[in-house]
């Protein structure tokens, strides 16, 4: 597997899913670096990857999770992912002008970690839900079912019928 | 909504799906792409195993699985034919000289005390043969140290 050609496709796209777990551009850029040296050590195990973009994402996801438990601590890592409170909107976003899109900003960030994930990573960065699914250890319909709830709740938040 | 690759229902609603998509996305640090390369190029050179080594690994992992389930096979039909061998032999050879030699001992016309004589020669032979054998040897060394004796018979 070409590794220039990986970042090609997925690169950027991981970054901004990094810093969205992690919530520092550093952070996100070291978990990001980590997770190429992976990649490139993964020469036998692409052979047998179906979903590359699934695959690459839940690398960085776990890359991310170890980094958290190296960084805080075991711990406090532990806890932090259990009580789901990594991942920022704000983070992957430029602040926006306009109040509604603040308001739609702060909203998404309010959202549950797990509907918070499914809606990110299928708006942003334009996952299948069963790659969602793959990603986050869970079915095509649990992702699909998170991604609803998001919805339904900003939509919600920001004075649209349910 | 419908996950058009997978025909998944999601049920999103495309107003805040829009809205989400009007926001703009942090761009990416200037850089970053050729310090990520660079840094996977090292990771790859700094991997233990070169693709020559892995194939070679690779062999030799076929090679160990290959005589370890070869190994009991072979030792299994070693085995059996080696216990052919010498349950042939001991059977074969041992049997017929004992009992030829008891059915003469036994199954002549000779009187009871006659059969008696004959059995306890058989066994005195057998017993002493051993012991015959070892004095015979003894002798045979003890030549050179024992010239001024006379020959004996020692049967």
Redesign the interface.
Known sequence: MNVAELYERHGEKLYRYLLFKLDSAEDAEDVLQECFCRFARYDLRWRLVRDRQAFVFGAARNEARRFLKRKLGRREGEAMIARKGAGSFSAAFAPPDEPSLRLLLRRAGELPEDQREAVFLKVVDGLTFKEIGSVCGVSANTAASRYRYGIEKLREALGGKP | ?K?E??G??????P???R???????????PG??Q???D??????CR?VLT?GL?RLAIAAAALIIAVLVADPILSRHEAVRMSALLDGRTAAAAAPEVSSELAEALGGQASGLDQLARLRTLARAAAGEASVRDLVTAHERLKGWLNHETSEDLN
């Open positions: 909504m996950d690759r997978e998944t229902v999601g049920g999103g609603s107003d805040v799906e809205e989400l998509g009007r926001l703009m996305i942090v761009p990416v640090p970053l792409r310090r990520v390369l840094r996977a190029a090292e990771a790859r991997t693709p892995r």
